[in-house]
T-cell receptor, first 116, second 108 residues
């Protein structure tokens, strides 16, 4: 069973640019969620994808968008980057609907994005 | 909207001392609560969940719906418990709301 992987590990962009972050779900999982973790804070929910469609969204502007592919891998796209977008971006995969009450989300190592 | 509050940013204790990391939540539905932990240079990982009523690495947490709390406890802290701890609420849509986190430092 493979865990959640993310790429790249680190990324530096300048304000106004666009960025794409990638996530590969844990084997057998069909749902992926993305989180933004600013320095010194807990992760904040961006959105979730299930069956290639957005299945819930947090308080983030439309310039944050995503994709989920048939193999359940996922992308997070951020347009018109701002300095405040500098953060650790985490993806987490899970199985939905749950088959067991012990199902939960498994996190990747994150992508550190720095916007200059 | 749901909310999770961890009032302590940093908790420092000596090895062998009891530990309690506080967590309070607000949620209109029936909550499902977790503690996630992040050790240095490792990814965020599940520590325990309230529905399992389990003890993991000596840690326990009891859901108190009357006080809307889910405090994490361990009777005797170990140095390897030093980490960042997050209290997390899962809603009916499988979405997680994190608290701000508490850094636990266990001194020798």
């Amino acid at each position: 069973e493979t865990g959640v992987t993310q790429s790249p590990t680190h990324l530096i962009k300048t304000r106004g640019q666009q960025v794409t972050l990638r996530c590969s779900s844990q084997s057998g999982h069909n749902t992926v969620s993305w989180y933004q973790q600013a320095l010194g804070q807990g992760p904040q929910f961006i959105f979730q994808y299930y069956r290639e469609e957005e299945n819930g969204r947090g308080n983030f502007p439309p310039r944050f968008s995503g994709l989920q592919f048939p193999n359940y891998s996922s992308e997070l796209n951020v347009n018109a980057l701002e300095l405040d977008d500098s953060a650790l971006y985490l993806c987490a995969s899970s199985l939905y609907p749950r088959v067991s009450r012990t199902d939960t989300q498994y996190f990747g190592p994150g992508t550190r994005l720095t916007v200059l | 909207a749901q909310r999770v509050t961890q009032p302590e940013k940093l908790l420092s204790v000596f090895k062998g001392a009891p530990v309690e990391l506080k967590c309070n939540y607000s949620y209109s539905g029936s909550p499902e609560l977790f503690w996630y932990v992040q050790y240095s240079r490792q990814r965020l990982q599940l520590l325990l969940r309230h529905i399992s009523r389990e003890s993991i690495k000596g840690f326990t947490a009891d859901l108190n719906k009357g006080e809307t709390s889910f405090h994490l406890k361990k009777p005797f802290a170990q140095e390897e418990d030093s980490a960042m701890y997050y209290c997390v609420l899962k809603d009916a849509g499988n979405m997680l709301t994190f608290g701000g986190g508490t850094r636990l430092m266990v001194k020798p």
